[in-house]
């Protein structure tokens, strides 16, 4: 079945430092994907999200681009802030179909120090 | 506008007892989703509902665990028989329509501990 895998946290890093979280994803389709954040006590919201093969997302200065050749969605930052600190999803899901629920990876949490 | 809500936000009860979970979805989102987060699993799909259709069931665990949405809206989660595994934060989320490219909405979730 279809899958998601994210590398393992914690992830720690100093404020203005690279992120990089690393996603891949086992599909029989062409799912769209997808970043969720979840901000310490509060819910999940979506980061961003690409729907098709080289298509790039991005929002708060978070970028991923969906690598069909490499089954990747990488999410990236060139300077993190100590507000990004939070635990971050990756998932996939399919649109034209009838359903639509998102499947996740397990989560990594980013902890960032000033 | 007002998100999706649930409620109790925390529910602490006894092994073997039934629990109820609430969600209300966003007014006018026709798709809703009960996910469950918990530790080592991470977030898992339970349900899913589609205005008057059958829901898709596939994600449910056990038959422990049932769903309904009345009049296309309101959806209780129940869990019949809590055991501690059952522990963990239930996610519930809607979007506009399925099968689009519509963003899944998350509520707050329900913490609950099986004691």
């Known amino acids: 079945g279809d899958s998601v895998t994210q590398m393992e946290g914690p992830v720690t890093l100093s404020e203005e430092a690279c992120l990089t979280i690393?996603?891949?994803?086992?599909?029989?389709?062409?799912?769209?994907l997808f970043w969720y954040v979840q901000y310490p006590g509060e819910g999940l919201q979506l980061l961003l999200k690409a729907t098709k093969a080289d298509d790039k997302g991005s929002n708060k200065g978070f970028e991923a681009t969906y690598r069909k050749e490499t089954t990747s969605f990488h999410l990236e930052k060139g300077s993190v802030q100590v507000s990004d600190s939070a635990v971050y999803f990756c998932?996939?899901?399919?649109?034209?179909?009838?359903?639509?629920?998102?499947?996740f990876g397990k989560g990594t949490k980013l902890s960032v120090k000033p | 506008g007002a998100g999706v809500s649930q409620s109790p936000s925390n529910k602490v009860t006894e092994k073997g007892k039934d629990v109820e979970l609430r969600c209300d979805p966003i007014s006018g989102h026709t798709a809703l989703y009960w996910y469950r987060q918990s530790l080592g699993q991470g977030l898992e799909f339970l349900i899913y509902?589609?205005?008057?259709?059958?829901?898709?069931k596939s994600g449910l665990p056990s038959d422990r665990f049932s769903a309904e949405r009345t009049g296309g809206s309101v959806s209780t989660l129940t869990i019949q028989r809590t055991q501690q595994e059952d522990s963990a934060v239930y996610l519930c989320?809607?979007?506009?329509?399925?099968?689009?490219?519509?963003?899944?909405?998350f509520g707050p979730g329900t913490r609950l501990t099986v004691t």
């Open positions: 998932a996939l899901t399919y649109y034209g179909g009838s359903q639509g629920n998102l499947i």
């Open positions: 509902f589609q205005g008057n259709s059958a829901p898709d």
């Open positions: 690393n996603c891949t994803y086992t599909a029989t389709g062409y799912p769209s």
């Open positions: 989320a809607s979007s506009l329509y399925p099968g689009r490219p519509y963003e899944q909405y």
